[in-house]
């Protein structure tokens, strides 16, 4: 369904978007993951033809976004980061007026109108103003707009940021079941846990470049030793980061200053941990909580960059 080969993006001579490639089999639901500012918006951009490529090449149904964007983009429908409503417009004109955008027109607009409606679950609230909705049936809406036209490929950037668990939940259970209905999805988030969920395949971006990419088992095993253990301290010095990194089964340490606890990944949890603990009575640390973690995407992440997901 969509092939992204090597492209790369450029703002005021700062490359963005560094050689991206990875493709999306059709009806997939692939995860792009990695933290705000990693290059995601701006990967989702160039593939729906709003934002143009300095070099590369994204084909969407084998069809090219640089030579036949007008027809790739009746394939795909999106959904931004930003609400893309008009607010003073009610549920149900919002999405005629984007279903006419499509092509759709009379009983054929009005009965899909009604059918995603019922499908975003707000069929009650069709008349209602969307000035009138809350953050996260907003959200829905804007979904709701994108799957007008029934399209082929659904790319969904950041859905749920800045809403309420309900909505939230609502929109994660809905992407699952246009899923499960045959429809690829493209989902980039910096919340793991969603992707983890929704998607077989996952690719992490990072400072605009692919870092690593397959599904989560074969991603979670490349965590080298397989094991992360967190430590919360009274406080601690470099002094303390040091020895913990000296120590024989310590891959990498990764220290938070605000709360003073230690990400440390290691080869073996068992021989590790009594080292560990040794090093923070050494160095005057009181050891307030002690946290063996397994293997996941987080941790992943953590070792591959030396930070947090959402950092």
């Known amino acids: 369904m969509l092939v992204v080969q090597d492209i790369k993006k450029s703002f005021s001579h700062k490359e963005v978007v560094k050689g991206v490639s990875f493709t999306v089999a059709k009806g997939e639901a692939f995860g792009l993951l990695g933290p ?3 290059g995601k918006s701006t990967t989702i951009s ?16 084998n069809a090219s976004v640089k030579k036949k964007p007008m027809q790739v983009k009746k394939t795909i429908g999106i959904v931004p980061q930003e609400i893309a409503l008009y607010p003073t417009m009610s549920a149900k004109e919002n999405l005629l007026f984007w279903g006419r955008m499509y092509g759709l027109t009379g009983r054929m607009a009005k009965k899909r109108a009604a059918e995603v409606l019922e499908y975003v679950g707000l069929s009650d609230r069709a008349k209602d103003k969307i000035e009138t909705f809350s953050g996260g049936m907003k959200r829905r809406i804007n979904i709701g707009a ?5 399209p082929e490929l659904l790319i969904m950037d950041e859905p749920t940021v ?6 939230r939940n609502h929109i994660l259970e809905t992407v699952k079941m246009l899923n499960k209905s045959g429809m690829t999805i493209i989902y980039t988030s910096h919340y793991m846990e969603e992707v983890e969920y929704l998607c077989q395949r996952i690719g992490i971006v990072d ?38 990194n000296s120590l024989p089964d310590t891959e990498k340490v990764t220290a938070d200053h605000d709360t003073y606890s230690l990400d440390i ?8 941990a009594a080292g560990i603990l040794s090093c923070c009575m050494e160095s005057g640390a ?26």
């Open 207 to 244: 400072q605009g470049k692919m870092i690593a990419i397959g599904d989560k088992n074969d991603l979670c095993s490349r965590l080298a030793g397989g094991t992360v253990i967190t430590v919360s301290v009274s406080s601690f010095q470099n002094e303390l980061i040091e020895k913990i």
């Open 162 to 167: 800045g809403i309420d668990p309900q909505s």
């Open 46 to 61: 160039m593939i729906c033809g709003l934002l143009p490529y300095d070099s590369g090449e994204v084909t969407v149904g």
């Open 36 to 38: 705000n500012g990693a």
């Open 265 to 272: 990944i290691v080869k073996d949890h068992k021989r590790a």
């Open 146 to 150: 994108a799957l007008m036209h029934e």
């Open 286 to 311: 009181e050891v307030l909580s002690f946290e063996r973690k397994d293997p996941n995407l987080e941790s992943l992440f953590l070792q591959l960059t030396g930070r947090s997901l959402r950092d």
